[in-house]
């Protein structure tokens, strides 16, 4: 044990509750249903779980819209349900974390109903609101990431409230004493439930410019695909005042013994804030940024660039390939018929990485994006950017239980809340237990072997000289060292280094021969004690 919190270097398993199990025949999924299958996560080996949002919500944004805090949505269970499911996953040894969206709220919920009713009740100043410029149009240029102007009129007030999202999702103002005092209050309100931390939703949107000033133009060489990229954001989030709030809630968490906070940082500058937002034991325990989220190529130079920022950082960074917001990674970043050889090897690459893990329901078997047709979207913003692809509907569709079973054993309903693409049904759970080189049994020998060995968790990481296409990581803590080799190349390598002297083969796969150097196939990898 190196006495390093449980958080540090931990693996981490997303679930969507929406799409994970169904346990009441409705066609969604449910808390109950989740605590029927943990433990199959809790057999994969990870460390933990996070929850996304499952809070009484109109779901206009499928629960980022939040419309009571301290509730769960009667569709997902009720507070008795969340209670079981803690104590089951406590039980099997499995930490939790649940989303808090702080950022906004649901319009439908008691906050803004109050503070949209007029200029003086006592939330008159709890969201953003704003005069009209003198011919009527929006106070200023800001846009959200949704499309369209981030603001939108309030006639009982006759002014604009800022939502950087939908328009259902109000943003909160957090220049209110108030309002940090009732979030801080909701956060306790969970640890004091038994919940291991949080992970924060754009938690660098918490405040704006209170000057409102207009945002300059980006900088692009052709018209990006979505007017939110037009901009750049130096205004509307990532603002210095969010540091003292995040000061505040870390506070609240330490309070609780063995509690944690991720933050999610999306950013012009992505690896920059979130470097900023770790920079002191009174900030974020960790986050991750959306380096890997948005890399559209599975190269070693993607997964170099996130390591480098990091090397003699204060504070400690999270990694995912995936989450319920992106295309699923085997197509973002292998293409749109990546072999089964080259999925393996991205995700190999991620555990060659410093920090903490994070994987997305149906990452472990190398999913690729669903194919939903349009008629069945649910998701406002994959409607909305509607180009030919599924959009984030193709990443949240249910997880195959089953190869065989109506719906892949998902649900028995006739209708499930989106439908099953017959590529996972071919891949589900049961058709790849068992099999020694399918993409589950490769996922948890990857998650035992960095729990066997320090190096892996928690050890410093360096990029060593590789040819093109190879990713070379020497991971050291004390007296262990853990070289890690993978090849996201589709031609042979050989990779040598004097780290390979007396070294001793912990894992690989498609390694043709180990003498004085690697010599690794397509998409090949080598795990080694480094001499």
Not at 22 to 50: E, F, M
Not at 228 to 235: F, N, P, S
Not at 331 to 349: F, I, K, N
Not at 395 to 403: E, Y
């Amino acid at each position: 044990m190196t006495g390093d919190p449980w958080w540090r270097g931990a693996v981490i398993y997303q679930i969507y509750p929406r799409s994970f199990m169904d346990s009441n025949g409705d066609g969604v999924g449910d808390l109950p249903g989740i605590t029927g299958k943990l433990d199959y996560v809790a057999a994969l080996g990870v460390d933990g779980i996070w929850l996304s949002p499952f809070f009484t919500s109109p779901m206009a944004d499928y629960g980022y819209d939040v419309s009571d805090y301290r509730d769960v949505d009667p569709l997902f269970g009720t507070l008795a349900d969340f209670d079981a499911l803690l104590a089951k996953a406590h039980g099997l040894g499995l930490k939790v974390i649940i989303d808090q969206v702080y950022s906004h709220t649901s319009e439908a919920h008691g906050w803004f109903k109050e503070s949209a009713g007029s200029r003086d009740n006592p939330k008159a100043d709890w969201y953003v609101w704003a005069d009209p410029k003198p011919d009527g149009t929006a106070p200023n240029n800001w846009l959200s990431v949704f499309g369209g102007p981030a603001w939108t009129w309030g006639a009982r007030r006759r002014q604009y409230y800022l939502h950087n999202f939908l328009t259902q999702q109000p943003d909160l103002n957090f220049h209110s004493a108030q309002v940090q005092q009732a979030v801080l209050d909701v956060a306790r309100f969970w640890m004091d439930r038994g919940v291991d931390g949080f992970r924060l939703d754009v938690a660098n949107y918490y405040f704006h410019d209170a000057a409102l000033t207009d945002n300059p133009p980006a900088e692009y060489e052709r018209p990006p695909g979505w007017t939110y990229a037009y901009q750049r954001h130096l205004h509307d989030k990532s603002q210095p005042e969010t540091l003292g709030f995040l000061k505040r809630l870390r506070a609240v968490t330490d309070a609780y013994a063995d509690r944690m906070m991720l933050g999610e940082i999306g950013d012009d500058e992505p690896l920059a804030r979130q470097l900023e937002y770790t920079a002191g034991k009174d900030l974020l325990h960790t986050a991750y940024s959306f380096h890997l989220l948005d890399g559209r190529k599975g190269s070693a130079d993607l997964f170099k660039e996130a390591v480098e920022p990091w090397r003699a950082a204060a504070g400690w960074p999270s990694w995912s390939l995936g989450n319920h917001d992106f295309v699923r990674f085997p197509t973002r970043l292998g293409g749109s018929s990546p072999s089964a050889d080259q999925v393996d090897a991205l995700m190999a690459a991620l555990f060659c990485l410093r920090g903490t893990l994070f994987l997305y329901e149906g990452d472990e078997l190398g999913l690729p994006q669903a194919n939903v047709p349009f008629e069945k979207l649910r998701d406002p913003y994959a409607i909305a950017a509607y180009t030919g692809d599924s959009g984030r509907d193709g990443t949240r569709t249910p997880f195959p239980w089953s190869a065989t079973a109506p719906h892949a054993g998902f649900t028995s309903s006739d209708d499930p809340w989106l439908p099953i693409d017959p590529r996972h049904a071919a891949m589900a759970l049961d058709a790849q237990e068992g099999k020694p080189d399918s993409h589950l049994a490769v996922t948890r020998e990857l998650i035992a072997l960095r729990k066997a060995h320090a190096a892996l968790r928690v050890g410093s990481a360096d990029i060593l000289d590789a040819p093109e296409g190879v990713l070379a990581v020497l991971r050291v803590q004390g007296n262990e060292q853990v070289l890690c080799v993978v090849n996201l190349g589709a031609e042979p390598a050989r990779f040598k280094h004097s780290a390979l002297k007396g070294a001793r083969l912990l894992q690989a796969s498609r390694l043709a021969a180990l003498t004085d150097s690697l010599a690794l196939g397509a998409y090949g990898r080598a795990f080694l004690t480094a001499g």
